[in-house]
């Protein structure tokens, strides 16, 4: 008997993908360093998803690392029914996260 491997298709992000993701790090990167927020990106590529957790840093002295936020994304490349709006939700993603940013005189951006 002879056994046969699926190998998944290629990945079919685009390069507005990638910015999108790139701006979504860059912004966790500024907003967890104002000091309020945690947040943290992750891609995971069996599935082609990019999610974004935002946790409070006083939660987390508490011990509670439980997300205030999870924002996920299914991209396109890996399963076939996903991906379709991926780009809008990146766009949507990055907008929500922008609402954490904090002015020097400590409203909001």
């Known amino acids: 008997m002879m056994t046969t491997f699926h190998t998944p298709a290629p990945s079919e992000l685009t390069h507005a993908h990638r910015e999108a993701m ?60 996903a991906g379709d709006n991926a780009l809008a939700e990146l766009n949507a993603m990055a907008l929500e996260l922008e609402a954490l940013l904090v002015t020097v005189k400590g409203g909001v951006a």
């Open 22 to 81: 790139a701006r979504i790090q860059s912004l966790a990167i500024t907003i967890s360093q104002q000091g309020t927020h945690a947040v943290s990106t992750e891609y995971a590529g069996h599935i082609h998803e990019f999610s974004a957790h935002t946790l409070r840093f006083s939660e987390i002295a508490k011990g509670n690392f439980k997300a205030d936020i999870t924002l996920r994304v299914l991209l396109p490349g890996c399963l076939a029914f």
